[in-house]
């Protein structure tokens, strides 16, 4: 069927260069002279690894999940070990401890050395470096039940579990939520906040900052490290009252109750605290459908003095390298989520300046795959 959706002309040529190329790219005997000729061959074979990379992808997660439930890493993490000790460790027999070491060794995940032993990979290691990873990567189990039907979930006629693990995320009225309703996605976030907050604070401008408020802060976790690197900054953290309960215990803990005060409410209901001169949002955007964002940075703004600033920090789409990420991987696990999407530093420019924010701007990141920030003014 053809579409009536009116075009400009650079999008006709567009779409009829794509049109030619596409009926060349899938016909079989230009398939068979691209793998036979010695120029192109190397591209047909990329070509065919990365479409089998997109079919396979689902195994290659559960590889990576089984690793993490059995704790391989943590087992390989003083050196190598024999399939034997693994297996016994682990609860496999040996056939299949071999299976998954091997199947992971493909993964960069272990290394196989020789006499029936296994070490770390380079992608074992690295996870092993970042405390929060294991804890996310066991939380991707309800994602990937969400997923087993991804129509049901396009046509709106799944009950993803996601949505019931973010408790705010489906309830009228967040505020009300009890502790238990918190506690899961609370710990979670916490746990992964920790490499999240060191790129936030390698690029964020705080020097010169007095008074700092982190809107939808969890448990504290990106406020403790702020703590630590900007002594003489005023911290305060925003969140549900269940939420905060939790915070004001942690932070209590920590030793730092006469660093950081704890506000309890609900960003979509009531005001936020003002007296700081900055505002951070970390991983709250991205959460949220369009109204609510445009709320939110609304209330943000009167919140702040003149001269104060905002700070998102976020995965965003369109990110240099990860483009899969943002809209392949957020867009898919928001959705099941309930509500919220990926969006481009364009778009989140455009919401700052339409809720009175000036200059808003990119700031580079160490790994922008993880996460980008954007600054404005107030």
Known sequence: MKDPTPRDPSSVWRER??????????????????????????????????????????????????CVRLKVFDLLADGPLSIAAIAARTGLSEDAARRLLAAAATLDLTEPCGDDRFALGRHGAALRGNAGLPDMIEHHALFYRDLADPVALLRGEADPELGRFW?????????ALPPEAVASYSR???????????????????????????????????????????????????????????????????????????????????????GADTVSLVRVLHDHDEPTVRALLA?????????????VAEPMSGAPGAAPLGEAYFGFYLMAMGRGRPRTPEVLCALLTAAGFHRPRLVTTRNPVLIQLIVAEA
């Open 17 to 66: 260069w794509l049109a030619l190329r596409n009926g060349v790219l899938a016909s079989p005997r230009f398939q068979r002279l691209a793998a036979a000729f010695p120029l192109t061959r190397p591209i047909a074979r990329a070509r065919t690894r990365a479409l089998f990379d997109i079919v396979a992808g689902f195994v290659y997660s559960q590889i990576l999940f089984a």
């Open 188 to 274: 979670l976030m916490a746990a992964t906040q920790g490499f999240i907050a060191d790129e936030v604070l390698a690029a964020a401008p705080l020097a010169g900052r007095r008074g700092l408020l982190d809107v939808g802060g969890g448990e504290g976790a990106f406020l403790t490290a702020v703590a630590a690197r900007h002594p003489g900054l005023s911290l305060m953290l925003f969140d549900l009252p269940a939420v905060a309960e939790r915070a004001r215990a942690n932070v209590l803990a920590a030793g730092l109750a006469d660093r950081i005060t704890i506000r309890a409410g609900d960003f979509r209901a009531d005001p936020l605290p003002e």
């Open 167 to 175: 408790a705010y995320a489906g309830r009228g009225a967040p505020g």
């Open 299 to 311: 209330a943000v703004h009167r919140a702040l003095p003149a001269g104060g600033r905002v700070i």
